[in-house]
């Protein structure tokens, strides 16, 4: 291959397969893909089969190692240790004032059983008392006496931390030197909330140590054979970061396998509302996207309430190859078991021979499991599955990554239906139904909370089992099906093509244009180190005035040139239809009012009426270049033009009102887009704009009326 090739490597390391495809960042055509099965048993775990997909795709498509410009990757490894309480002792250090003692222990003492109900997180705690300087015998003694209960990761937390983390870094250093691994309560997040920093930072402690190894065993794989490329990694809000951060935060990295398959279904299918609804081997992940951006929530895990931020996904137990139970003679169950998990192989991959002259047997895939149904033949065992089901009915188009031998699934369906006293097609279809309707109880119930419309909703499948299922929810629901491009490996695709993206909140009781400013410059900063380039950062901030909480987010990209991203940058024409989408109106009562490099401003043309009276309303959509809501406002106004004609048109305007509180005032430049509604006086947003035009040309302030 010429060494002029650009190319980017993305992994998703699943709990069943391990899927990897190159993209050639010129053209961006996929250069090769692999799947394998994930090598968890492995010595050393999942980076044997990182390494395997890696080396396949570097074979069928004879990639260099100095083309490859970059590897990105998901992992379930954060997730999977803290499902299955695979994790360690937490020491936590908590710190304060000594009048403040007794409520700082109620409050960061996690053996509480309204806090830790579970008992999943296994803790000691310890108080230092920072009325006075602490010494570095004294926390030496503490964490030393933490490591001898058997502590393995130390947590340290003061109140007002965020403020200032002296203590708690002096805390880190002193465990670095005992040879444990630590989290500070600042670091994972900037607001005040002492109990809820407390228990994220401790359930990011419990599972420190087992991701620092992971880290350790990929990076080094990925040094050996050869790759020299950046490493990354995919984080639960769908942009990708440094390894230091997995490293020291394992917990952003929560559901990244979902959010790298979302990921890669917005890059192709431009969808403004949808559900997604990838199937795989052993799961389904269900994401929701409304006004083309998924949904980001807080996440709760094991019922720890964090503040962490991810995107919002539900998993179901049922996938692909998932296996069946029975009751009363019928189709009870479907899942949660797979027959990767029994250790089967799926009928519908057997060849017709093995199967012929088969019995049904009943199997417990793990000790303490219920049974499924198998099988047995000639001393073999083959499970059955939706896969196996969907192959029988025929509903699997030939040439689909879920194609299997047809003659086999209805061999392995024709024994299940005669000890059912059916026939296969009813026993293929019941496991069918039975599986689909856990997604559809699910979907049904997210179109409720979200509000959306069945008729301008679409259902997207991906995942190499989207076939066996979706369809079917699909046409159950009446809803519209689109399956993505290369479904089986869109994770692998979207870990790829993403950008790096971070966000930041901090407690902000008293914002300024100066506060607000220095914080969008930190996040700036965060990004050009972890490799973006400078002026591919946007910037946005939003102020929740009810928590006091400023919310920063950025993305930015690794390289500008990547035509795999540029293909989902959004034409003028298909902005526009996006946001009549978003507002339901027609295309013709919507104006294109501004447009900068980054962004769209539209403004709508409306005439609600109200009994005999007609009213005029402006909403205002800011979209940015990749089709993603920045902005709504139902009624607004906007203000462009030279520094001084834009701050006498907004002076002139605020005092029309005759009202000394402050409007709600957003300010967009070409990179930045800053929620300036945390201001309560008219004078500090003439100030604010005064501020933005100090560092941009232009400034355009959007106001809700």
Do not use: W
Not at 442 to 461: A, N, P, W
Not at 487 to 510: D, R
Not at 522 to 544: C, D, F, M, Q, W
């Amino acid at each position: 291959m010429n060494k002029k090739n650009r190319v980017r490597v993305g992994i998703d390391v699943g709990g069943t397969f391990t899927k990897a495809v190159a993209l050639d960042l010129k053209s961006g055509d996929i250069l090769g893909k692999s799947t394998v099965l994930t090598t968890h048993t492995s010595e050393k775990g999942v980076s044997e089969g990182i390494i395997t997909v890696l080396g396949n795709i570097m074979n069928s498509s004879e990639i260099t190692f100095d083309s490859i410009e970059l590897i990105s990757h998901s992992t379930t490894q954060a997730i999977n240790a803290l499902l299955e309480s695979d994790t360690f002792k937490v020491g936590i250090i908590a710190m304060g004032v000594g009048p403040t003692k007794k409520d700082v222990v109620k409050r960061t003492d996690l053996s509480d059983p309204k806090i830790n109900s579970k008992k999943d997180l296994k803790t000691s705690h310890h108080f230092l008392d920072t009325s006075e300087l602490i010494s570095e015998e004294q926390v030496k003694q503490v964490v030393q006496e933490l490591k001898d209960d058997g502590a393995k990761v130390i947590v340290a937390t003061e109140a007002f931390g965020v403020d200032d983390p002296s203590n708690e870094k002096f805390v880190m250093n002193m465990a670095s030197k005992l040879e444990l691994p630590s989290t500070a309560s600042h670091e994972i997040s900037g607001i005040y909330g002492l109990e809820i920093r407390t228990l994220t930072a401790a359930v990011n402690a419990s599972v420190l140590p087992k991701t620092v190894q992971v880290a350790n065993y990929v990076e080094n794989a990925i040094t050996d054979f050869g790759v020299k490329a950046p490493l990354m990694i995919m984080k639960g809000d769908g942009g990708v970061t440094s390894m230091k951060t997995f490293r020291t935060k394992p917990i952003l990295t929560i559901l990244s396998g979902p959010a790298a398959s979302v990921a890669g279904g917005l890059l192709h299918q431009r969808v403004t509302n949808g559900i997604f609804v990838e199937v795989g081997g052993t799961s389904t992940n269900i994401s929701i996207i409304k006004n083309g951006k998924p949904e980001i929530r807080y996440v709760t895990i094991n019922e720890h309430p964090t503040c962490i931020r991810s995107m919002d996904v539900r998993i179901l137990g049922v996938a692909g190859g998932s296996m069946c139970q029975l009751k009363n003679n019928k189709i009870d169950k479907v899942g949660p078991r797979s027959a990767h998990i029994a250790g089967l192989k799926y009928s519908c991959y057997a060849e017709p021979e093995e199967l012929k002259g088969g019995k049904i047997i009943f199997v417990k895939p793990k000790e303490n499991d219920d049974e499924y149904v198998a099988i047995e033949n000639n001393g073999k065992t083959f499970a059955i599955t939706n896969t196996c089901a969907a192959n029988a009915i025929d509903s699997i188009d030939q040439g689909d990554y879920a194609y299997a031998n047809q003659e086999s699934a209805k061999i392995a369906l024709t024994i299940l239906g005669e000890h059912l006293g059916v026939s296969f097609f009813e026993a293929a279809n019941s496991i069918i139904q039975t599986a689909s309707l856990t997604i559809i109880k699910t979907v049904s119930k997210i179109l409720k909370e979200f509000k959306l419309s069945s008729q301008s909703t679409q259902i997207i499948g991906a995942g190499g089992g989207a076939s066996v299922l979706v369809p079917f929810v699909s046409k159950q629901m009446g809803i519209k099906y689109a399956k993505c491009d290369n479904a089986e490996v869109i994770s692998s695709i979207g870990v790829a093509s993403s950008m790096l993206q971070e966000e930041t909140e901090v407690s902000m009781i008293e914002p300024t244009p100066e506060k607000i400013s220095q914080e969008c410059k930190k996040i700036h900063n965060i990004l050009t180190e972890r490799g973006a380039t400078p002026e591919s950062i946007l910037v946005n901030t939003e102020y929740l005035s009810d928590k006091a909480i400023l919310r920063i987010s950025a993305t930015g990209n690794v390289e500008l040139d990547s035509v795999t991203t540029s293909k989902s940058v959004f034409s003028q024409e298909e902005s526009k239809m996006r946001c009549a989408e978003i507002l339901e109106v027609d295309e013709s009562l919507i104006d294109l009012i501004h447009e900068t490099e980054h962004y769209f401003v539209f403004a709508g043309n409306i005439i609600k009426k109200k009994l005999f009276v007609k009213k005029k309303i402006t909403p205002i959509i800011i979209l940015d270049k990749f089709g993603r809501l920045k902005l709504s406002i139902k009624n607004g106004k906007i203000f462009s033009g030279e520094e001084k004609e834009t701050k006498d048109n907004v002076q002139q305007f605020l005092k029309s009102r005759n009202n000394d509180i402050a409007p709600q005032v957003h300010l967009l430049t070409d990179l930045k887009l800053i929620d300036y509604s945390s201001l309560t006086s008219n004078s500090s947003i003439v100030d604010a704009i005064g501020q933005e035009f100090k560092e941009s040309d232009k400034v355009i302030v959007v106001v809700e009326l």
